[in-house]
T-cell receptor, first 115, second 114 residues
Framework: AAGVIQSPRHLIKEKRETATLKCYPIPRHDTVYWYQQGPGQDPQFLIS???????DKGSIPDRFSAQQFSDYHSELNMSSLELGDSALYFC??????????????FGEGSWLTVV | AQKVTQAQTEISVVEKEDVTLDCVYETRDTTYYLFWYKQPPSGELVFLIRRNSFDEQNEISGRYSWNFQKSTSSFNFTITASQVVDSAVYFCALRRTSGSRLTFGEGTQLTVNP
């Protein structure tokens, strides 16, 4: 079965540079989520989109922005990168449908290293 | 506010031992959903189970079993006859039905030694 696809899998950037992560949700899933997981930490919610509109916002820095496109894929843009942005970034998707509590499936993650 | 607590930071067992990972949660919602995810060393987050708050029936899937007790706000996970491949970080998570984000516990690092 198709899963959540994230690219790139690994990314190395220098401080103050910009990075863009891409996410392709599971087909027919209408909601995309972004999470950030620092070393030894649990995943922290950044932002989510339902039907291409922002549906929830967590601890996403102002330097970061995200959007969901008409084909439901999403991009997370990170600017003015800092060393502390080094983390594993997850994209996840779910199908809201009638129930808003469906299972959230995660991609394999994108490893960002800021040097 | 919601909170998930996994008090066991690290657990180490020998292969074939049974091991239980604890999860305690806090929520004011009367309806909610609980999850367990596995994160192996390769980093991906693998969905294991989802449990509705109104369904307290315990579930078994192969060597995995889950014990949900609403009275104690616990959702514990037991691996029977553990294997080296079970070595991973396991996360318990909570989701409100009226919202969309998952709130994770801190995770439990399980190491199964041969």
């Amino acid at each position: 079965a198709a899963g959540v696809i994230q690219s790139p899998r690994h990314l190395i950037k220098e401080k103050r540079e910009t990075a863009t992560l891409k996410c392709y949700p599971i087909p027919r899933h209408d909601t995309v989520y972004w999470y950030q997981q620092g070393p030894g930490q649990d995943p922290q919610f950044l932002i989510s989109f339902y039907e291409k509109m922002q549906s929830d916002k967590g601890s996403i820095p102002d330097r970061f922005s995200a959007q969901q496109f008409s084909d439901y894929h999403s991009e997370l843009n990170m600017s003015s990168l800092e060393l502390g942005d080094s983390a594993l970034y997850f994209c996840a998707s779910s199908a809201q449908g009638i129930s808003r509590a469906n299972t959230i499936y995660f991609g394999e993650g994108s490893w960002l290293t800021v040097v | 506010a919601q909170k998930v607590t996994q008090a066991q930071t690290e657990i180490s067992v020998v292969e074939k031992e049974d091991v239980t990972l604890d999860c305690v949660y806090e929520t004011r919602d009367t309806t909610y959903y609980l999850f367990w995810y596995k994160q192996p060393p390769s980093g991906e987050l693998v969905f294991l189970i989802r449990r509705n708050s109104f369904d307290e029936q315990n579930e078994i899937s192969g060597r995995y079993s889950w014990n949900f007790q609403k009275s104690t706000s616990s959702f514990n996970f037991t691996i029977t006859a553990s294997q080296v491949v079970d070595s991973a970080v396991y996360f318990c998570a909570l989701r409100r039905t009226s919202g969309s984000r998952l709130t994770f516990g801190e995770g439990t690092q399980l190491t199964v030694n041969p």
